[in-house]
């Protein structure tokens, strides 16, 4: 597609329930990157792949986050036993890599309740 | 751990001054530097790079620029509009990730 796609848009979960967030990048970016942006604050890195790889995931803020890429295009960002804390926008990006620069999605805001 | 700083937090101006953000790291090893923009309940939409070797960018009333040595970078916004309110958001690639500030807010009144 044209630009990233992060689905749904809005995702709304009680206390404890599991979620995934799905992002579809750019077609043909190498790099993805997920990020989480707490209300009037800048967007904070959770983790990153290059293709299939997740090369870094020292941005993750416990072990209920874990996100894969396995065929190198799509990635999920799941969150297990949902917390209030987890309450944000959840943005994905993605780039050709080097300096190209980053495209980023909507976002998807999950409200747990 | 870098860290960015974006001054002013807020800002508000009249329609039509020319105006300045500000961006400034704690390492001054920088990459490559993005600006983007974010109006309320929306994504990021990038509207300037500067990429390590460059000094500043121009995109229509936008001017970027970086000096890597003191670790800052400015926005310039000409002729400001109304539909120029939103935050604006800096960010340090630093190695393969963006590093973000806080961002300012700003609105621009007809």
């Known amino acids: 597609g044209a630009g990233v796609s992060q689905s749904p848009r809005y995702k709304v979960a009680k206390r404890g329930q599991d979620v995934a967030l799905r992002c579809d990048p750019i077609s043909g970016h190498v790099s993805l990157f997920w990020y989480q942006q707490a209300l009037g604050q800048g967007p904070e890195f959770l983790t990153y792949?290059?293709?299939?790889?997740?090369?870094?995931k020292s941005g993750l803020p416990s072990d209920r986050f874990f996100a894969e890429r396995p065929e190198g295009s799509v990635s999920t960002l799941k969150i297990q036993r949902t917390q209030q804390e987890d309450s944000a926008v959840y943005l994905c990006a993605s780039s050709l890599g080097g300096s190209r620069g980053y495209t980023f999605g909507s976002g998807t805001r999950l409200t747990v309740v | 751990k870098q860290e960015v700083t974006q001054i002013p937090a807020a800002l508000s101006v009249p329609e039509g001054e020319n105006l300045v953000l500000n961006c400034s790291f704690t390492d001054s090893a920088i990459y490559n530097l993005q600006w983007f923009r974010q109006d309320p309940g929306k994504g990021l939409t990038s509207l300037l790079l500067?990429?390590?070797?460059?000094r500043e960018q121009t995109s229509g009333r936008l001017n970027a620029s970086l000096d890597k040595s003191s670790g800052r970078s400015t926005l310039y916004i000409a002729a400001s509009q109304p539909g120029d309110s939103a935050t604006y958001l800096c960010?340090?690639?630093?190695?393969?990730?963006?590093?973000f500030g806080t961002g300012t807010r700003l609105l621009v009144s007809p």
């Open positions: 960010a340090n690639t630093g190695f393969q990730k963006l590093v």
């Open positions: 792949f290059q293709n299939e790889a997740q090369l870094d």
């Open positions: 500067i990429q390590s070797s460059q």
